[in-house]
């Protein structure tokens, strides 16, 4: 069939044709192959290294006695609550700064600028590096923090890594200084789209200062920031290094999330299969944000 | 007449002066905002790297100790860790050509999946291309964390643990979804006539692909490749799971090793990070103004 001409096409029975035609579109014959060809190294990635894991995780995750196991387990308990914090704060407060900077790099002048040079570094260095050079600056003994704490205002710094609430704090921090930076680029960008007619029409009319933001900037950044807010969710719930760098899940194991649980219970102890339940047990949460997500990202030509 | 005028003149003068000394208060109040707030930023940003560098310029005695500045400047601990001087280090080099493969692999391959399939889906229009399109989105939405077993366990199956390639596929998957994203957001802007017009002079695709396209799309290319050696050396999950031979480990991997060690020689290891953070931070500055483009189009739009 494959070699069959335009000519022969379309002497083609005429069901035959439209079954062809609604396969091939309206790329003729060899342009069709092409198209195939070019799409092959894809669908083969996206078969092979992400629908397999996934059908692969589902099925080691479906046994019902797993999740019995997982929720009596007290370690299960206090990470998911971790992770609702972690979720809540880290993504939450990170949004609200890049918000705000943002509006404040829109300031004209070079110093904004070279600012601005300065203040991206936390994403543009590694995350492993900054987040060991963290864990080791919050060390109770001989951390940075705690050694600027006593020399300037002679304060006996506590072991910031050796009680969970502040364990876990110093992780969200982590993220939040870490992340900052990108959503601040990505909703300076949104603002920047925004017409220069209408800011000057705007503030012709009086609206300057907080009531041009929250009637002309806000409004038109709405969709942008709920975007940036969901797909932040979604990382943040995978995130895996800011935890095991700077708490190390510690102290006690209290302080993982679902996603470091999920490799603790799989690797540290050996049970895969506790592991996949440990990170599925977060599905009811993400099926939700995925659909959202995909709905608003594929039809998003963000408005503005 | 002329005392007159100049009386009114005063006047104006007067009733002016009010609102420009507010206006004068106004904008000092905003620079003084303005130095305050960037004083902290700066503080807020750099105390982290501050703390790296100086450790790292500390000889290994100082670093338990309460000061705040280093005691004396040595670059010992970059000259041990270039050396491979200390017994931790003892494969530096290997591990990190080790990183930089796999970098450079995740590059390539990404950038060709990702522009083959856009230009299919985006250029030859190809039918049910959305299929695609939603797989992609699926992808770039599921956190890879969370496939990080099963993945493992697949790979063990092959017979991959311990091979680069079972990583570089992994984070070419999750990497091309973004690649696609930012390609097709981009390819919009160049006209299909082009394509169609070289098509007429008797190009075929593959030629259309090469010749046209790919010059076309190079700002794009070279914001997704940024992006993608980024992702790939930022990455640490599926090293670590994946990569636990001396032979095959990349410098993260060895780097977590040092953290799990009784007495972390933390001078070798800040030295390490730094040297390890330079590329990524010199190649970031270098495309920064094309990133950023890229990242608002993938990031954003999708």
């Known amino acids: 069939m494959a070699s069959a001409s335009a000519v022969d096409v379309g002497r083609l029975p005429l069901r035959q044709r439209s079954l062809a035609r609604s396969l091939r579109g309206d790329l003729k014959g060899g342009e069709y192959t092409w198209a195939l060809a070019f799409l092959v190294p894809y669908v083969a990635v996206f078969v092979a290294f992400v629908a397999y894991p996934v059908v692969y995780g589902l099925w080691m995750g479906s046994e019902a006695s797993l999740y019995r196991e997982l929720f009596a387990d007290p370690i299960y308990q206090s990470s998911a609550v971790n992770t609702v914090l972690y979720l809540a704060l880290g993504v939450n407060v990170k949004m609200f700064l890049a918000l705000l900077l943002s509006g404040f790099f829109m300031r004209p002048g070079w110093w904004m600028k070279a600012l601005l040079l300065i203040f991206v570094l936390p994403w543009a260095v590694p995350q492993i590096s900054t987040f060991i050079s963290i864990h080791w600056m919050l060390n109770g003994e001989w951390g940075f923090l705690n050694n600027v704490l006593w020399k300037l205002f002679h304060i006996e710094g506590p072991h910031w890594l050796n009680e969970r609430w502040m364990a876990l704090g110093a992780v969200i921090v982590s993220h939040i200084w870490k992340w900052t930076p990108f959503w601040t680029l990505i909703l300076l960008a949104g603002r920047m789209a925004i017409p220069l007619e209408i800011r000057d029409t705007a503030r012709v009319d009086g609206a300057t200062g907080v009531r041009g933001f929250v009637y002309i900037t806000f409004p038109l950044l709405a969709n942008l920031y709920l975007i940036c807010t969901l797909l932040s969710t979604i990382f943040l719930l995978g995130d895996f290094n800011a935890v095991t760098f700077v708490s190390g899940g510690g102290p006690a194991n209290t302080t993982h999330v679902l996603a470091t649980l999920g490799i603790r219970d799989a690797f540290e102890i050996a049970h895969p299969r506790l592991g996949v339940a440990a990170v599925m047990s977060a599905l009811p949460l993400v099926i939700p944000l995925v659909i959202v997500l995909m709905r608003r990202l594929r039809t998003a030509e963000v408005q503005l | 007449m002329s005392t007159l005028a100049a009386e009114t003149r005063v006047m104006s003068a007067r009733a002016i002066a009010r609102p420009l000394r507010a206006v004068r208060t106004r904008r000092a109040l905003e620079t003084i905002g303005t130095v305050v707030l960037s004083a902290a930023l700066i503080v807020w940003t750099l105390v982290p790297i501050y703390n790296m560098v100086m450790i790292s310029l500390e000889p290994e005695g ?134 169609e017009s070289a098509r007429i002079d008797g190009a075929s695709p593959g030629q259309v692909y090469f010749r046209i396209y790919l010059p076309l799309m190079a700002p794009a290319l070279v914001a997704v490749g940024t992006y993608a050696m980024l992702l790939a050396w930022n990455e640490y999950l599926y090293q670590f799971l994946l990569l636990s031979s001396k032979s095959s480990m990349t410098v993260p991997v060895a780097l977590a090793q040092f953290l799990s060690s009784d007495q972390s020689p933390w001078n070798y290891m800040m030295a390490t990070a730094i040297i390890y953070a330079a590329p990524p931070v010199a190649i970031y500055y270098a495309f920064r103004r094309r990133m950023t483009a890229g990242l608002t189009v993938g990031g954003v739009k999708g």
Not at chain 2, 90 to 117: D, K, P
Not at chain 2, 172 to 180: D, N
């Open chain 2, 62 to 195: 100082d670093v338990f100790t309460d000061h705040i500045w280093p005691r004396v400047w040595s670059p010992d601990s970059f000259w041990g860790v270039l050396t491979q001087g200390h017994w931790y280090l003892e494969r530096f080099w290997h591990q990190f050509a080790n990183s930089c493969y796999m970098g450079a692999m995740v590059t390539v391959l990404t950038l060709a999946i990702g522009s083959l399939t856009s230009f299919s889906i985006g250029r030859m229009r190809i039918r049910h291309g959305w299929l695609v399109s939603n797989a992609a989105l699926l992808t770039y939405v599921i956190p890879a964390s969370f496939l990080a077993i099963p993945f493992y366990r697949i790979m063990q199956n092959y017979g991959m643990a311990n091979n680069l390639w079972s990583v570089i596929a992994a984070l070419v998957a999750f990497a091309t979804p973004y690649a696609f994203f930012v390609l097709q957001e981009y390819g919009r802007s160049i006209p299909i006539e082009v394509d």
